[in-house]
């Protein structure tokens, strides 16, 4: 079981960390702005309309507070997130960095396949579309052509994780680095979405953010080479309250 009592040290002074290890700093500075760009949460794709299925979780009282609001957060990274979406995003990296469209494409089909709500499954898909548009304005190798053409064709769908799988390898962010920010980024979006749902103090989101760092850590590592026969795994009662998403009295939210 995941939690967030896990004790880590504070990092240390940067100018020494800059004198002890200049070429390590160097390198990690190359790709920083980028990969900052990438897992904006504020990109124009469309994520701040999307719950997930969180707001039916609220309207049906299981989050309602900041303890619960913590406790759905952290079950979301550590039993849906890793299996899902960073599992996927971790493997397309792997494809991107082969320049690999067959195994993208087989990635894409089998996403697709395991998105079992239909809001989940379009809001993955508009997501990705636009994030490939942001950035095959600046890198379009002929792979994400390929890609490209076959989402064009309705061969595929393109989903987010890919496509953040893909341009954190084309933007040359360390795998591990790229995964850390792809978990900030969901805890990010559920943390703002408990805040004005629930609705939470804002204080409560960022102690609830704050406190997750050694889960995001521990999850970035743990995906670093997904197990495939683990793909898709999730809780039920996730899907479950993301088909009722669509059937609720009133939205704020997408999904």
């Not at 629930?198 to 050694?214: A, E, N």
Request: one cysteine or more; hydrophobic letters at 40%.
């Amino acid at each position: 079981m995941f939690g967030c009592d896990l004790h880590y040290q504070t990092s240390s002074d940067p100018q020494t960390f800059k004198r002890s290890n200049p070429q390590t700093f160097k390198l990690s500075n190359m790709h920083l702005l980028s990969l900052l760009h990438l897992s904006d949460p504020t990109l124009p794709i469309g994520g701040y309309t999307h719950s997930n299925g969180l707001e039916t979780y609220v309207q049906q009282g299981l989050v309602h507070n900041a303890a619960t609001a913590a406790a759905y957060i952290q079950s979301m990274l550590a039993s849906n997130l890793r299996y899902n979406d960073a599992a996927f995003a971790s493997l397309a990296y792997d494809a991107a960095a082969r320049n690999d469209l067959d195994a993208l494409l087989l990635l894409d089909e089998e996403c697709s396949a395991l998105k079992i709500p239909r809001e989940i499954r379009q809001a993955s898909q508009k997501l990705g579309v636009r994030l490939l548009k942001i950035f095959s304005r600046y890198l379009r190798p002929a792979f994400v052509q390929g890609y490209e053409q076959a989402i064009q064709q309705g061969n595929a769908s393109g989903h987010y994780c890919l496509m953040y799988g893909i341009y954190a390898c084309l933007l040359a962010t360390p795998k591990l680095d790229a995964l850390k920010a792809f978990y900030y980024n969901a805890a990010v979006g559920m943390v703002t979405n408990s805040v004005k749902l629930v609705p939470l103090g804002q204080l409560d989101g960022q102690d609830i953010l704050f406190r997750l760092q050694p889960l995001l850590r521990e999850l970035a590592s743990l995906t670093m080479e997904p197990d495939p026969a683990w793909l898709g795994c999730c809780n039920p009662g996730f899907d479950i309250r993301c088909m009722q998403h669509e059937r609720l009295y009133s939205r704020l939210y997408m999904s």
